[in-house]
């Protein structure tokens, strides 16, 4: 059973402070990498996603790969009251007629 | 312009009302999906079609069927559902099928059966 973990939260950070979701995955060879944004209510929006080990920068977030830790993190730097959702992470096994496996997601409530 | 659009918005029916759910997205994708999600749960994948075929059905009752008409249009079929199908249904779309693609999510049709 292909699994990704993610803590659910809520994870409380103040305003300006640099917010860090992590996820783990069981499929070692998965090959990709998403993040994904959910406002209460509303759908799932696709803020990051990565395929290579290393860091992929992208205004205020950065995402970070290391496969052989089988871990991928978000970073959200100068945390907004706005950045307050659900942080879904999502992982695509390396196996042909499969889809994106979601983690449970994270709540960040960022306090002003 | 990553949009995926949905109608409608929201939707009541009966137990015993046959209604449809509808998709559109003009980004030239050749994947669209369906999930259901409840509240504080992750998105459950229902169907997947790539290239107009269906692909994977993730053994869903027959009262809900889908049907991609062309490359940009899904719809979803509903007929006798039970109170507990009321969830956020929402279609996404992906440039492909393959190992790595990003998919893109509709803002969702909330029903709800009574």
């Known amino acids: 059973q292909k699994e990704v973990e993610q803590n659910s939260g809520p994870l409380s950070v103040p305003e300006g402070a640099i917010a860090s979701l992590n996820c783990t995955y069981s499929?070692?060879?998965?090959?990709?990498f998403f993040w994904y944004r959910q406002y209460s209510g509303k759908s799932p929006e696709l803020i990051m996603f990565i395929y290579s080990n290393g860091d992929k920068e992208d205004g205020r977030f950065t995402a970070q790969l290391n496969k052989a830790s089988q871990y991928v993190s978000l970073l959200i730097r100068d945390s907004q009251p706005s950045d307050s959702a659900t942080y879904l992470c999502?992982?695509?096994?390396?196996?042909?007629?499969?889809?994106?496996?979601f983690g449970k997601g994270t709540t960040l409530s960022v306090s002003s | 312009d990553t949009e995926v659009t949905q109608t409608p918005k929201h939707l009541v029916m009966g137990m015993t009302n046959k209604k449809s759910l509808k998709c559109e997205q003009h980004?030239?994708?050749?994947?669209m999906y369906w999930y259901k999600q409840k509240a504080k749960k992750p998105p459950e994948l229902m169907f997947v079609?790539?290239?107009?075929?269906?692909?994977i059905n993730e053994s869903v009752p027959s009262r809900f069927s889908p049907e991609c008409p062309n490359s940009s249009l899904l719809n979803l079929h509903l007929h006798a559902l039970q109170p507990e199908d009321s969830a956020l249904y929402l279609c996404a779309s992906s440039p492909r099928d393959g190992y790595s693609y990003e998919q893109y999510f509709g803002p969702g049709t909330r029903l709800t059966v009574t």
């Open positions: 999502a992982v695509k096994p390396n196996q042909a007629g499969t889809a994106l496996i």
């Open positions: 079609y790539s290239y107009e075929k269906l692909s």
């Open positions: 499929d070692r060879g998965s090959q990709s």
């Open positions: 980004m030239g994708h050749r994947a």
